[in-house]
């Protein structure tokens, strides 16, 4: 079946702008997780919703970073104000459900900040 | 959660097992210990958890000590596809959130 998408895989913006970045889980997954990955680092959590709900947002960075599940299955991360150092891979991962069911994680989004 | 520590690197031979060990001295008693690899340029892939026995699956197994402080995941075979970054991660089955809280890991290099 098809696994999680993301889109765009690769996108490039100026600093100060605002960008947008989609995660299509797997069908009837109910949580949804975003993590964020710099160069020769680990995956970092920014935020997870259960449902339409985000259930944990302890790890976004700043309020510049912002993100919604308004139907509980697409998701959107949006980024204000972009600066040089949100440059990263932004993963998105999805479960059947929170505690210990295994995340099934997308390529990706890398984002360049110029 | 608590912390795991892994070697940065390790290098096998194709064909032969790959033994990767993680230290987890402070994990809790309700803690289970989750295995992840991540293939370059590619999403983390799940491989393998347990609590406290061993686990085996068609990927790898999973050797975790009686006192739980360390673990060892067991590739019995190594190929070229498994050349790959892998994260030793420890956590809670908590309803509340599923997060996973990735250190540097271990760059696994398979060599022909």
């Known amino acids: 079946g098809a696994g999680v998408s993301q889109t765009p895989s690769n996108k490039v913006t100026e600093k100060g702008k605002y960008v947008e970045l989609r995660c299509d889980p797997i069908?009837?997954?109910?949580?949804l997780y975003w993590y964020r990955q710099s160069l020769g680092q680990g995956p970092e959590f920014l935020i997870y919703?259960?449902?339409?709900?985000?259930?944990?947002d302890s790890g976004l960075p700043n309020d510049r970073f912002f993100a919604v599940r308004p139907e509980g299955s697409v998701s959107t991360l949006k980024i204000q104000r972009t600066e040089r150092g949100d440059s990263a891979v932004y993963l998105c991962?999805?479960?059947?459900?929170?505690?210990?069911?295994?995340?099934?994680f997308g390529p990706g989004t890398r984002l360049t900040v110029t | 959660d608590a912390k795991t520590t892994q070697p940065p690197s390790m290098d096998c031979a194709e064909g032969r097992a790959a033994n990767l060990p993680c230290n987890h001295s402070?994990?809790?008693?309700?803690?289970?210990v989750y295995w992840y690899r991540q293939i370059h340029s590619q999403g983390p892939q799940y491989i393998i958890h347990?609590?406290?026995n061993n686990e085996t699956n068609e990927m790898a197994s999973l050797i975790i000590t009686e006192d739980r402080k360390s673990s060892t995941l067991i590739l019995p075979h190594a190929t070229l596809r498994d050349t790959a970054v892998y994260y030793c991660?420890?956590?809670?089955?908590?309803?509340?959130?599923?997060?996973?809280?990735f250190g540097q890991g271990t760059t696994l290099q398979v060599k022909p």
């Open positions: 991962a999805s479960s059947r459900g929170p505690g210990g069911y295994e995340q099934y």
């Open positions: 069908s009837g997954h109910t949580a």
């Open positions: 919703f259960q449902g339409t709900g985000a259930a944990d």
């Open positions: 402070t994990i809790s008693g309700n803690e289970y």
């Open positions: 347990g609590l406290k």
């Open positions: 991660i420890v956590r809670a089955h908590s309803s509340n959130t599923g997060k996973l809280i």
